[in-house]
C-alpha cells in the first residue's frame, strides 16, 4: 500500500528551463510534506519542506506547492541546471511522537545542457 | 564535518552471517532513524530512537534485526543470520526534537551486499 506515490520514474528537461515533479499521497493524516535530492552513493539531502497548512513554500530556485484537496504537491525548480541532476524523493509524516517519513519511489531527472 | 557518519560504507557478507552497522548522528540531534532503501523504491522506516529509547519498530524489523542507542548517542544496528533479501541500502537519519521540526538529515548509508 503505497501512500506516497511518484508516478514519474523520469523527468529529462533542457538547462534553463522549469522542471516539474509529482507526488500524490493517499493519506489525508499527513501533515508535512518534504523533497530529498539523492545523488549515487549518497545519503538524501533535505531540499525544502511545507507543512499542510500552507499552500506554497519557496526557497531560491526551488518552490513547492500543495494541493491538500486533491493531495498533490509538486516541487518546481527554476531555471533548471545541469548539477540538479538526481533522483528526487517526496516525503511526508503524519504528526505525532516519532515524525518517521514516508517516502515516494524518486524520479530521476536529467537536466541537459 | 558535523554531518551524520555511517560506517562502513559498504558491507559484503555470506548468507547465515551476522553484520553490524554503526550510525554517528548530528551532535545533540536526539532522534535517530533507521530506514533501508533497495532498488528502485524510497527508503523505508525501520526503527526511531528518541534518546536511548526505541520508541518505534516497523513490522520490516524482523527478529533477525535488533538496533540499539546506548547512552543515547550512537546507534548500532546488527542483522542476525543475514540472508539475500537484506542486501539493501541501510541509511541512518537525525534531527532535533521539536513538534515544529520535521526535516531529518540523512548519513551517506551503509551498502550491504549478502552473496
Known amino acids: 500500500d503505497q501512500q506516497v506515490k511518484q508516478n514519474s520514474p523520469s523527468l529529462s528537461v533542457q538547462e534553463g528551463r522549469i522542471s516539474i515533479l509529482n507526488c500524490d499521497y493517499t493519506?489525508?493524516?499527513?501533515?508535512?510534506f518534504l523533497w530529498y535530492k539523492k545523488y549515487p552513493a549518497e545519503g538524501p539531502t533535505f531540499l525544502i519542506s511545507?507543512?499542510?497548512?500552507?499552500d506554497k513554500n519557496e526557497d531560491g530556485r526551488f518552490t513547492v506547492f500543495l494541493n491538500k484537496s486533491a493531495k498533490h504537491l509538486s516541487l518546481h525548480i527554476v531555471p533548471s541546471q545541469p548539477g540538479d541532476s538526481a533522483v528526487y524523493f517526496c516525503a511526508a509524516s503524519e504528526f505525532g511522537a516519532t515524525n518517521k517519513l514516508i517516502f515516494g519511489t524518486g524520479t530521476l531527472l536529467a537536466v541537459q545542457p | 564535518d558535523t554531518g551524520v557518519s555511517q560506517d562502513p560504507r559498504h558491507k559484503i557478507t555470506k548468507r547465515g552471517q551476522n553484520v553490524t552497522f554503526r550510525c554517528d548522528p548530528i551532535?545533540?540531534?536526539?532522534?535517530l532513524y533507521w530506514y533501508r532503501q533497495t532498488l528502485g523504491q524510497g527508503p523505508e522506516f525501520l526503527t526511531y530512537f528518541q534518546n536511548e529509547a526505541q520508541l518505534e519498530k516497523s513490522r520490516l524489523l524482523s527478529d533477525r534485526f535488533s538496533a540499539e542507542r546506548p547512552k543515547g548517542s550512537f546507534s548500532t544496528l546488527e542483522i542476525q543470520r543475514t540472508e539475500q533479501g537484506d542486501s539493501a541500502m541501510y541509511l541512518c537519519?537525525?534531527?532535533?526534537?521539536?513538534?515544529?521540526?520535521?526535516?531529518?538529515?540523512f548519513g551517506p548509508g551503509t551498502r550491504l551486499t549478502v552473496l
Open positions: 551532535s545533540e540531534h536526539n532522534r
Open positions: 493519506n489525508s493524516m499527513f501533515d508535512y
Open positions: 511545507i507543512s499542510s497548512i500552507k
Open positions: 537519519a537525525s534531527s532535533p526534537s521539536g513538534s515544529s521540526y520535521n526535516e531529518q538529515f
